[in-house]
């Protein structure tokens, strides 16, 4: 714990006891174990501190090499294939968090960074900031997010979710063949666990997780027979874990309020009290309400779940100067005060540009590169 005396005029001290605080909040992210500061991890997290407005940050992705042989004494030389280069960037913007500290600053070090106020604004901030962050990346995934298209490649399930649905689900991101939405496309490079096993992360709603568990004659039947015996067997526990090569992981729903009544929306549009996945209340994805927005229909007849499966490279966060601490007093002679938490960041789905030229069949240029939705109807 520090103990020395941190003066909010001190930017240095000030930018580390907040970045301190919200590491400490990191622990309650969904996506936390899956970042990383390379394309190896699902959300591949790239830093600049010097990045500001109008500032891009840029991720850079290599690809393998497919040119043909070449046979006997036939001249090789000036067929080399070039190596081919992706990559993506994006501009970070300012946000900024606040929190209304009411009338309690009295104290006489009001300068001082550890009085109780100061802390506990921090951690409310950082906590805040961890479900701001978390909402980013679910809605960038999602397709709904301004400026992230809507998915490239969906798989429909239509009305039905069950064990021979990931049976099928697997088939199609082996071969690219069967996708409801988008055409052939390179698979997804799977994701290493800590074990050194590559699989797919898949991430569910409640709704989703509820159908597949209901499935009686597909995913009992083999969980019961093929799993763990006695309290530990999935069915008891109600996890769901592996099957094949698809890592299946429930998040929560969203709750809160988002403004508009179309997909599209900022960051800046959202009160996150809980961050997560979105349904929305119609067929069509583009046309529909999603959770959140006013007037979406929990009891709508055609209420979709979008599930996500992700590989690598899934998804970008881009972090620009540090975070800062900021605090105010009233113009009222300070009898009451506000403080906040800057961020520089974005998030996106990545999409990559071929620097010179895409792959004839395994594309990866132009399309959602780790991201594949899975749509259901769980309602009707």
């Known amino acids: 714990m520090t103990t020395a005396v941190l003066p909010i005029t001190s930017e240095l001290k000030r930018k580390a006891w ?29 830093n600049n501190i010097s990045a500001g407005a109008g500032h891009t940050v840029v991720f850079d992705f290599d690809g393998n090499i ?34 209304d500290n009411g009338d309690k600053f009295d104290g006489v070090d009001i300068g001082d960074l550890n009085i109780t106020e100061h802390s506990d604004s921090r951690g409310k901030l950082g906590d805040l900031f961890i479900r701001f962050k978390d909402q980013a990346l679910f809605d960038s995934a999602q397709g709904t997010y301004s400026g992230a298209a809507s998915p490239s490649h969906i798989i429909d399930l239509g009305t039905t979710f069950g064990f021979g649905d990931l049976l099928d689900i697997e088939k199609i991101l082996r071969t690219s063949n069967g996708f409801s939405t988008g055409g052939v496309r390179r698979p997804l490079d799977p994701y290493m666990t800590s074990e050194g096993e590559p ?26 027979s093929g799993d763990v015996r006695g309290n530990g067997n999935r069915n008891i526990k109600g996890v769901i874990g592996r099957l094949g090569r698809l890592m299946i992981v429930e998040a929560n729903q ?27 209340d119609g067929a ?16 709508s007849t055609n209420l979709h779940s979008r599930g996500l499966i992700m590989g690598i490279g899934a998804l970008q ?6 975070p800062d601490y900021k605090y105010q007093e009233s113009t009222d002679f300070g009898i009451t005060s506000e403080s906040a938490l800057e961020v520089w960041m974005e998030s996106k789905k990545t999409r990559l540009t071929a620097e010179n030229k895409d792959y004839e069949q395994a594309k990866v240029a132009e399309l ?9 109807q769980v309602q009707s």
């Not at 043909?68 to 501009?91: H, L, N, P, V, W």
């Not at 004659?217 to 083999?222: F, K, P």
Request: zero cysteines.
């Open 368 to 376: 959602d590169y780790g991201v594949v939705a899975v749509d259901v």
């Open 66 to 99: 497919s040119g043909k042989a070449i046979k006997g004494k036939d001249t090789a030389y000036g067929k080399g294939e070039q190596k081919r280069k992706f990559s993506d960037k994006i501009t970070v913007e300012r946000y900024r968090l606040v929190v």
């Open 199 to 224: 699989v797919w992360i898949m991430v569910v709603d409640s709704a989703m997780a509820n159908l597949l568990r209901a499935d009686t004659s597909g995913y009992q039947t083999i969980v019961r």
């Open 284 to 299: 069509t994805a583009s046309t529909a309400l999603w959770t959140g927005q006013t007037g979406f229909d929990y009891a």
């Open 254 to 280: 969203f709750f809160g309020a988002t403004a508009g009544t179309t997909q599209g929306w900022g960051l800046n549009d959202s009160e996150i009290e809980i961050s997560g996945v979105r349904q929305y």
């Open 18 to 46: 907040m970045r301190e605080g919200m590491i400490q909040a990191a622990s309650k992210s969904f996506w936390s174990p899956m970042t990383g500061n390379s394309k190896d991890a699902v959300v591949y997290q790239e």
């Open 317 to 322: 966060l881009a972090m620009g100067m540090m």
